[in-house]
Structures are given as C-alpha cells and as structure tokens.
C-alpha cells in the first residue's frame, strides 16, 4: 500500500545533541510537510516543500531544517535540541492541486 | 486564514450519532472545510472535505449552512475507534497545496 512512512517510531537525544527524523513516501507526492505537535496540543506547521522549493513557517525556529533530496525522502534537522522540543514530529504529504493531507505516523522526539 | 472554534470536548455512546460543530465566521469565498482525526499517538487522517450544503462519504457526513460561518461534522452510529480528536480546519488552495492550520480539536470519547 502507498503510504507515509517515519523513521524511527521513537528518537531520544541529548540536550544539544544533533538529531534527525526521516521520512519517506510512496505517494509520489509533490508537497511534504513537517508538523510538531506537542502534548495534548494540535499540530503546528513547522515548513514544506513545494516539490524542491521549500517554505519555511515564519515561527519556526532556527534550529530546525529540513532536506528533501529527491521525491521520496524528506528529513527534518535539528541542529541543537533543548528540552522544549520534545513533541511529536508528523510528516505529511500531498499532491498538487489535491486539498487532502496524508501523514505519517509521527516520530516522537524525547530530549534528555 | 479563517479560525475556527469548536468544542474541546464531547461525550457519547455506542450507537447514538454525535454532530461536531465548528464555527469559522471569518471564512474566505475560496476557502473548503476539512475534517481531520487524530488517533492518539497516530498522524491524522483526512475524513472529510466540503465547499457548500451537504458532503457525505462512507465515514461521515458534513453540513454546511448557506452562510458558510459554521459546519458540522456528523458521526453516525459511533463506536469505541471513534475515540479520538476531531479538527475542523478551513483554507483554500495555494498555488497547488492547501497550507492547515490546526485549531484546538475537539476530544471525543465514546463508552459502552
């Protein structure tokens, strides 16, 4: 089944450390998106890609970016973790011209 | 972006319909109304979309006023996997995706 896929379920780091959530699709997709959602919180846009143009929420801090290499693959960087990005990171996808959204089943982020 | 507001929480039974409403009073001409669900720890997952009147699909049915201020979403005949977080969300097309701002949900939970 085509479909949204994150790796890994669960990511723990270190304050501070480096660390990056990937995800992949067999939608053939040509937006993907990255969301943080937070405990007990709704979904927050953090940026996309409209094919290989990206679009960075303007909240969205520096310490996070973001690669897209080729269709399929989109990686979410986050250069210096601290304790309050621990959340919930969902992936998503859609195709150009279509409303619907198809996200992955998120990588959850611990900060130590 | 048009907001929206919903209830935060709603209460059921097995078997009774529940309806969500949401209100979107600043809603733009071109904007559509979409549904998602959020099951926990699970990326949502789009459940419904409509531009006007009455959109109905295997899942759900969606109502929507003439003014277009406000929409309700319709679960028939709910069961315990109902239980989840509903988002009513509203925007329009952006040169080919749709950009989602997630409001608060509203939680429902679904008893024997």
């Known amino acids: 089944d085509a479909m949204v896929i994150q790796n890994p379920r669960y990511q723990v780091t270190q304050f501070g450390k480096p660390v990056t959530l990937s995800c992949s699709q067999t939608?053939?997709?040509?937006?993907m998106y990255w969301y943080q959602q937070k405990s007990s919180q709704a979904p927050k846009l953090l940026f996309h890609?409209?094919?290989?143009?990206?679009?960075n929420e303007a909240d969205t801090p520096d310490n996070f970016q973001s690669r897209r290499p080729n269709t399929s693959f989109c990686f979410l960087d986050i250069r210096s973790p601290g304790l309050g990005d621990a959340a919930m990171y969902l992936c998503?996808?859609?195709?150009?011209?279509?409303?619907?959204?198809?996200f992955g089943p998120g990588t959850r982020l611990t900060v130590l | 972006l048009a907001k929206t507001t919903q209830p935060i929480s709603m209460d059921s039974y097995e078997g009774q319909e529940v309806n969500i409403t949401c209100s979107h009073n600043n809603i733009a001409t071109n904007d559509y109304i979409t549904w998602y669900q959020q099951f926990p720890s699970q990326g949502p997952r789009f459940i419904i979309q409509?531009?006007?009147t009455k959109v109905t699909n295997e899942v759900a049915s969606l109502f929507i006023p003439a003014d277009r201020k406000s929409s309700t979403l319709s679960l028939p005949r709910v069961s315990l996997s109902d239980t989840a977080v509903y988002y009513c969300?509203?925007?329009?097309?952006?040169?080919?995706?749709?950009?989602?701002?997630f409001g608060t949900g509203t939680r429902l939970l679904v008893s024997p």
């Open positions: 969300l509203v925007g329009t097309m952006n040169t080919g995706f749709q950009k989602l701002v």
């Open positions: 890609y409209y094919d290989k143009d990206f679009n």
């Open positions: 939608l053939n997709h040509n937006v």
């Open positions: 998503a996808t859609s195709r150009e011209g279509y409303n619907e959204q198809f």
């Open positions: 409509g531009y006007k």
